[in-house]
């Protein structure tokens, strides 16, 4: 069987919860902590979170505002997996780091960032989240690889 990969499009963290994540140039995930500088670290269930962007592209499409990497709250934007169908407990490659699937979507918070500029946010249904098995570190041009 062929292995899946993605690649890394862009790395995202926000300083503050509730708001839009922005691209830095890479990132450092630790385990039992998540992305060093992510105001969503922690040792808890979504310590990283993955957004396909085939995702925004479908949301773009239909919005007029530009959906730039970080809008959903997406700390890792790919493109090449759709990562929505994998089942939690999958393990995945990420740059250096190896992560593990804890939860597929999420229940949005009502007025997020994004759905009160674009009136829907995809996060919920298509973003996936994992906790950090192995330090490492990712940036874009990387691979995600469905271990």
Known sequence: MEQQTAII????ISEKKGEQKHPIECISLRPHHGIV???????????VSLLAKESVDVMQEKVTVTLNPGAFAENILCEGIDLKTLPIGTK?????????????GK?????CAIRQQAGDCVMPREGIFAIVLK?????????????
Not at 9 to 12: S, T
Not at 40 to 46: I, L, S
Not at 136 to 146: Q, R, S
């Open 9 to 12: 499009r862009a790395v995202c």
């Open 37 to 47: 500088g992510d105001a969503h670290a922690g040792d808890w269930n979504r310590q």
């Open 92 to 104: 995945l490659k990420v740059g250096t780091a190896l992560c593990e699937v804890t939860q597929i």
């Open 107 to 111: 229940e949005c918070h009502n007025d």
């Open 135 to 147: 330090e490492g570190e990712a940036k874009p041009g990387d691979l995600i690889a469905v271990l």
